[in-house]
């Protein structure tokens, strides 16, 4: 489908527990917002925890602090967050040890209507709507009119790695600057900086609202650790390159976390606990700048899909699969100073997964993998099914253990063991845009 280390006190900490009863929980129209007192940690607090109408989510609300230092990338919507910008490192992709031997095997085809879609925004129209085995022959290719089987793994030349899923990673800039970042859908995502104790850490992220931010639930928080760990500050900057922020700096006032993967309980493959799990995302709501706007106000903003939106198993045997854009600033690429650009096969794993190849590493948890990325255009071909543009299906997640697999996995947007009754997208953004008044969630959430 597609859809356009804190303190808590005793009372808090029963709080938390009693969101373990959330997995068979029937959706009501409301928010629950707890009273819970503001502990403060490393000078920061928190004013509220609030829990979802259907006990799946836990909101935290933070309060801005000065940040550590100051250079051209400093916040600008409002008092600015306390993040060391300079000192900034990629938080590390999570590592998977299991090998990819386990995919979804479906024999009948993905019903037409198994994928549904929601709002993306270019800014300016508004568009609604409801193992591969390696080639042991190393390949020829002419470069420069001269051949060339050259077959080392980097970067700049890698098409596949050792598990064999074939991937083209590259800047998402051109050679003379940063066009086309500057301009929708890219400039739709962004980069993260995250304070988590006295570390700032960089994440990738992208809007799915006006004022709404997804990302990976790693980013802002620990598996299993509660409320408490999750990050005391957030900026989000779109289309960062280099120290040049062209579309501002937004601070978070709010974070939205799967309360099972806070409780630790959300599940997880053997052996990759925390790591591959069902729900390992996050949408964090951004405060508005001094005149009233929101980030989509300047960049748009992406639809998001879930369930089997843009899959198909009628293209290679025993897999579901999809044609995967991602986004992201691995700190591995450019030292993570701008966005990078993977396209590969999405292949969908028996547990809610999705795989792609991928040259990018730390500091890309949180990117968007998006199906139908680019510019629509003008043909007189027949549209194909589930071909909504710039539509985000999941956001990256973890990497294996070995460096040179190159490939990486996320979390698929939609229903599973937890989220039975409404995807896990529709409810962590739903319950961000309840917990607003009227008057903001229709500036941050249309």
């Given at each position: 489908?597609?859809?356009?280390?804190r303190r808590y006190t005793a009372a808090s900490l029963w709080l938390l527990a009693f969101t373990l009863s959330f997995s068979c929980a029937t959706p009501t129209a409301r928010t629950i917002l707890a009273d819970v007192s503001s502990p403060s940690v490393e000078g920061r607090s928190v004013s509220a925890t609030q829990i979802s109408e259907d006990n799946l989510n836990i909101i935290v609300n933070l309060q801005r602090q000065p940040e550590a230092d100051a250079d051209d990338a400093d916040a600008t919507n409002g008092p600015p967050s306390r993040i060391n910008f300079s000192?900034?490192?990629p938080l590390p992709l999570p590592n998977n040890p299991n090998p990819p031997s386990f995919y979804r095997n479906d024999n009948t085809v993905v019903p037409e209507n198994s994928g549904a879609v929601s709002g993306a925004d270019d800014g300016n129209t508004r568009i609604n709507y409801p193992s591969f085995a390696e080639n042991s022959t190393a390949p020829a290719v002419e470069i420069n009119g001269q051949a060339s089987t050259n077959n080392t793994k980097d970067v700049n030349s890698a098409a596949v790695g050792d598990f064999g899923y074939p991937f083209t990673t590259r800047g998402a800039y051109n050679s003379g600057g940063r066009a086309p970042t500057n301009l929708y859908p890219w400039r739709a995502a962004g980069k993260l900086f995250v304070q988590r104790g006295g570390t700032t850490f960089t994440c990738s992220a992208s809007l799915v609202r006006r004022g709404l931010v997804v990302t990976a639930a790693h980013c802002v928080c620990e598996f299993g650790q509660g409320s408490g760990s999750i990050a005391s500050s957030i900026t989000y900057q779109p289309a960062r390159y280099d120290n040049v922020v062209p579309y501002g700096s937004w601070t978070v006032r709010a974070v939205q976390v799967p309360a099972s993967y806070l409780t630790g309980s959300d599940p997880c493959e053997p052996n990759a606990i925390g790591v591959v799990c069902l729900n390992d995302l996050a949408v964090l709501t951004v405060n508005a700048d001094s005149n009233g706007a929101y980030p989509g106000d300047s960049t748009g903003w992406y639809?998001?899909?879930?369930?089997?939106?843009?899959?198909?198993?009628?293209f290679y045997p025993n897999a579901v699969v999809a044609q995967v854009t991602q986004l992201g600033y691995p700190g591995n690429i450019e030292s993570g100073r701008r966005m990078i650009r993977t396209d590969a096969l999405g292949i969908q794993r028996a547990t809610n997964q999705v795989e792609?190849?991928?040259a990018q590493g730390p500091g890309s948890s949180g990117g968007p993998w998006l199906?139908?990325?680019?510019t629509r255009v003008s043909t007189s071909d027949p549209a194909g099914r589930d071909n909504?543009?710039?539509?985000?299906i999941a956001t990256t997640s973890w990497g294996y253990t070995s460096d040179t697999a190159e490939v990486q996995?996320?979390?698929r947007f939609g229903f599973n063991s937890v989220y039975r009754n409404t995807p896990n997208i529709v409810s962590l953004v739903n319950a961000a845009c309840r917990a607003l008044d009227s008057a903001t969630r229709t500036r941050v959430c249309n």
């Open positions: 489908m597609l859809k356009g280390s000192s900034a490192i639809g998001y899909g879930w369930g089997d939106y843009s899959f198909s198993n009628n792609i190849g991928s199906v139908n990325f680019g909504n543009d710039n539509v985000v996995g996320a979390s």
